[in-house]
């Protein structure tokens, strides 16, 4: 690891005070004492800009932390919620698509299988959704298995089909591999900003509505808002 700022700099002040201690001319001493006040100056900035820098990158580690779902290691609800709205208030004329999507069954998945199964598609989830989106796109773990995401830009039932059948696509591709595969499905419900809603609760709500339709249309399919 490398040596902290502080201690390789010290040793240089420690040869310039051995030097002011070894020296009878008093101009030397005079200059050797403003030297050694300099470093010592300098030496102290050094090692508190440090201690700066490395206090900010916990804070930083810590924050990210706390808005990771452990799981999925998706947004944790609370932070995406925030990321959500912060978008909204800052860009109130860009469309973006809101959709809420879950797993068809997952109850009767985690009964049949098991919690520590269920755990495992969940985390399967997050890695294909980590895959799919952009930098910009907001998405976050709900609940349970609830997802959100929140995609700027897209603002039409074409690309917002798109969209989501990219994820439908992924998410199968991501379990292909379980046994159980044929099992899992996911439904998805969709709303519009601010075409539908510029209120973040107003719009969950419509595309929760979506998502329920999703479910009484045969489910692992998506519906908009109408």
Known sequence: AREPIFMNSAG??????????????LYERDI???????GVSI??????????I?????LKKV?????????????????????????MQHNPAMPATFVIFDLDNFKGINDTYGH?????????????????????D?????GGDEFVMFLPGVGNEQNARASIQKVRILIEQEIENLPQANEISCSFGAAFFPEH????????????????EAKHSGKNTCCIYQ
């Open 54 to 58: 490395r206090q900010l990158i916990l």
């Open 12 to 25: 240089a002040i420690y040869i310039l005070s051995f030097f002011l201690n070894n020296t009878s001319s």
């Open 116 to 136: 520590m199964f269920g755990d495992v598609v969940l985390a399967m989830i997050g890695s294909a959704l980590r895959q799919v989106f952009r930098e910009n």
């Open 197 to 212: 809603s510029s209120n973040y609760e107003t719009l969950f709500a419509m595309a929760d509505k979506a998502l329920y």
């Open 138 to 142: 907001i998405v976050m773990r709900f």
């Open 63 to 87: 924050e990210r932390e706390r808005d990771t779902d452990g799981l999925t290691r998706l947004l944790s609800k609370e932070a995406g919620t925030r990321d959500i709205k912060e978008f």
């Open 43 to 52: 030496v102290t900035g050094f090692y508190v800009q440090e201690v700066k």
């Open 32 to 38: 050797l004492s403003v030297v050694v006040l300099l």
